[in-house]
């Protein structure tokens, strides 16, 4: 009887084993959506972030998708296009304060990231206008009260517009805008740019005695309003100070100094089942987010 139970326990430990080895050998496919980068195709980036943030105990592969404004990656999400939305801190706890139905599934360390202003290269005397203009904003801690007025609780109530400036016989700057990064570049649900990206907007207007023009575009249009003469400012690229060659900043434009930085980035997803129990099992749900085959 002894022996019996012995060749069954060795029989059962034998299967386990083959099991694990079975899956240990499946690959996960993890597609996770971006907004465009503007100098990386897709299999470039998802090169980088994998060097960057993978884990060392990976068994997956990853697929990134880029989408040319937020309005289409949140559809991507929801038909199952992508399983995460890789988004800077603010943006995503934006989407996740208007969006009951997702969640946040990871936080990851992204020191050296910001947003600058975009100009055509043969318009360097406006990029060192609006530096002017950013320091002081800096200095006076202006830039830093629109930043604790319009990020710091995003997503609890749309701002009101800001007023600009009008100056009679002044030069006019027509400034694209996205709303493809909410609250810092917000556009409406009424179809109206508002908070962080016009109050700094007015603000550099009226330091420089400019008026100033909007112009709403997504994000994937940026280098063409700027090429086409449509907008002479964009109203931000993003910035890795880790790379030397910059993924979201092509040949032909160049930057202000940066108005504003962060140095993490949120995955956010559709809530699970699993997210509703009380008793929730960081390994456990891990494993079902990122171990599963898809």
Partial sequence: MLMRIKKFLCVIAFVI?????????????????????????????????????????RNFNIILRFYES???????????????????EAVAEYVLNVNSDLTASLVLNSGGMGLAFGFRADNKELRNKFNEAILNLKNNW?????????IASPGIGDPEPVKFGK????????????????????????????GFNTAVLA???NYLKMNVELIEINSGARNAALASGRADVVFWYEIDNTKEIQP???????????????NKFIHVRKKLKADNKENWDVRKNLLMLYSTPR
């Fill in 167 to 194: 100056f009679k016989k002044a030069d006019t700057i027509k400034v694209a805008v996205t709303g493809d990064l909410p609250p810092i570049d917000l556009i409406t649900a009424s179809g109206v740019p508002a």
């Fill in 248 to 262: 979201d900043i092509p040949d032909g434009i160049i930057l202000s100094s940066p108005y504003y930085e962060w």
């Fill in 142 to 150: 202006t830039l830093s009260a629109l930043e604790g007025l319009y």
């Fill in 203 to 205: 603000e550099i207007g």
């Fill in 70 to 88: 937020l309005i289409n990656m949140l559809m991507g999400l929801n038909a199952d296009e992508i399983n995460e939305m890789v988004l800077p």
């Fill in 17 to 57: 084993i083959l099991n694990s080895c079975a899956y240990s050998g499946e690959r996960s496919l993890l597609k996770f959506g971006l907004l465009s980068k503007l100098n990386s195709s897709e299999q470039e980036f998802a090169e980088t972030w994998e060097k960057t943030f993978a884990p060392s105990n």
